[in-house]
């Protein structure tokens, strides 16, 4: 079971993919489309070329526990995905995972430039490894 990690961004989104048995995400890419049509094309492009069979799309909550504007945005952009792709689309909770990745490069000493290239590919590992580790205690891989 290879599953898709997408972390949404109006200027970046973030790419990662697990490995078959569903254990272990890997960045992918940080693709810089702004036009969803055209980001959503790209994303199915990578789910056809990597084999998925199932994407996890952060959702952007409020430290509350609430959705904003950005979490209706990301759940439109997620339908789109989903209509293109023909996979079934599951939304991760995504509070903290951005300052979780700085931390993280911080901890490697990756900064500048570097980071802005990789940070949300590192966010996308984030969500899609928390889905794989509640999917295998759940008993779901």
Same mark, same amino acid.
């Not at 199932?54 to 959705?67: F, Q």
């Given at each position: 079971?290879?599953?898709?990690?997408?972390?949404?961004?109006?200027?970046? @989104?973030?790419? $990662?993919?697990?490995?078959?048995?569903?254990?272990?995400? @890997?960045?992918? *890419?940080?693709?810089?489309? /702004?036009?969803?049509?055209?980001?959503?094309?790209?994303?199915?492009?990578? $789910?056809?070329?990597?084999? &998925?069979?199932?994407?996890?799309?952060?959702?952007?909550?409020?430290?509350?526990?609430? *959705?904003?504007? /950005? &979490?209706?945005? *990301?759940? $439109?952009?997620?339908?789109?995905?989903?209509?293109?792709?023909?996979?079934?689309?599951?939304?991760?909770?995504?509070?903290?995972?951005?300052?979780?990745?700085?931390?993280?490069?911080?901890?490697?000493?990756?900064?500048?430039?570097?980071?802005?290239?990789?940070?949300?590919?590192?966010?996308?590992?984030?969500?899609?490894?928390?889905?794989?580790?509640?999917?295998?205690?759940?008993?779901? @891989?």
């Amino acid at each position: 079971m290879i599953v898709l990690g997408v972390d949404y961004g109006d200027a970046r @989104t973030g790419v $990662a993919v697990s490995d078959a048995s569903g254990t272990l995400a @890997t960045g992918v *890419c940080v693709l810089t489309e /702004r036009r969803a049509e055209v980001l959503a094309d790209k994303i199915a492009a990578l $789910a056809a070329e990597k084999g &998925a069979s199932t994407l996890v799309l952060g959702l952007p909550k409020n430290m509350d526990g609430s *959705c904003g504007f /950005r &979490a209706e945005a *990301c759940r $439109a952009f997620g339908a789109l995905l989903a209509e293109k792709t023909g996979l079934p689309l599951v939304y991760r909770d995504e509070r903290l995972t951005t300052v979780q990745a700085h931390r993280l490069l911080n901890d490697v000493n990756v900064r500048g430039k570097k980071r802005k290239n990789v940070v949300d590919a590192v966010a996308a590992e984030l969500i899609l490894q928390d889905y794989l580790d509640s999917a295998e205690k759940e008993g779901k @891989t």
